[in-house]
T-cell receptor, first 117, second 117 residues
Framework: AQKITQTQPGMFVQEKEAVTLDCTYD???????LFWYKQPSSGEMIFLIY??????QNATEGRYSLNFQKARKSANLVISASQLGDSAMYFC??????????????FGAGTRLFVKA | NAGVTQTPKFQVLKTGQSMTLQCAQD?????MSWYRQDPGMGLRLIHY???????DQGEVPNGYNVSRSTTEDFPLRLLSAAPSQTSVYFC????????????????FGAGSRLTVL
């Protein structure tokens, strides 16, 4: 069964520094996708970045990059130059294809990031 | 476009009552899903649908019922509410290519906060 693990319930980072949020996954599907979503205190879910299992290069989106290590089954999110507005809950998620067609996406427990001024 | 619309935003129920959380999307997305969010547990998949007339169970389906009679709507029914169903519920939708080839990035509703007394 597929599984997503985020082992850091909470993280602190100083403003303008980089931070890495950990995510490991487990799946038997060779064609899967990995995502990071941000949930600010207002509650909405915001998509940040996506990595396909066959993508050779690590995904980047502005200050966000996904450190994809396929053999280790890890998909860590790196936020460079942290800003106060980055304080939020961050969820790692994995999409797995279904035998019947379509897909389903499951989430990890999340990491709450606190950015200090 | 309204995106994904969930109603109601807040609801208080008594144990044993039934109710329906509504979810509608206007993006012609084939895939729709329901998650519940509880502290420390992330988002857990309740039910999902890969198209009209097709539904399947996720990680925590017990006590919930869904149907998908149209592409646009995916209501979640609580058959007999229990205090353990107190949670924030999110509806999400996607389609192939949403967010990039094969990505299936989820678009979330604003969430529905349910309290069962």
């Amino acid at each position: 069964a597929q599984k997503i693990t985020q082992t850091q319930p909470g993280m602190f980072v100083q403003e303008k520094e980089a931070v890495t949020l950990d995510c490991t996954y487990d799946t038997s599907d060779p064609s899967y996708g990995l995502f990071w979503y941000k949930q600010p205190s207002s509650g909405e879910m915001i998509f940040l970045i996506y990595q396909g299992s066959y993508d050779q290069q690590n995904a980047t989106e502005g200050r966000y990059s996904l450190n994809f290590q396929k053999a280790r089954k890890s998909a860590n999110l790196v936020i460079s130059a942290s800003q106060l507005g980055d304080s939020a809950m961050y969820f790692c998620a994995m999409r797995e294809a279904l035998n019947t067609g379509g897909f389903k996406t499951i989430f990890g427990a999340g990491t709450r990031l606190f950015v200090k001024a | 476009n309204a995106g994904v619309t969930q109603t109601p935003k807040f609801q208080v129920l008594k144990t044993g009552q039934s109710m329906t959380l509504q979810c509608a999307q206007d993006m012609n997305h084939e895939y729709m899903s329901w998650y519940r969010q509880d502290p420390g547990m992330g988002l857990r998949l309740i039910h999902y649908s890969v198209g009209a007339g097709i539904t399947d169970q996720g990680e925590v389906p017990n006590g919930y019922n869904v149907s998908r009679s149209t592409t646009e709507d995916f209501p979640l029914r609580l058959l007999s509410a229990a205090p353990s169903q107190t949670s924030v519920y999110f509806c999400a939708s996607s389609s192939p290519g949403q967010g990039g080839t094969g990505a299936n990035v989820l678009t979330f509703g604003a969430g529905s906060r349910l309290t069962v007394l």
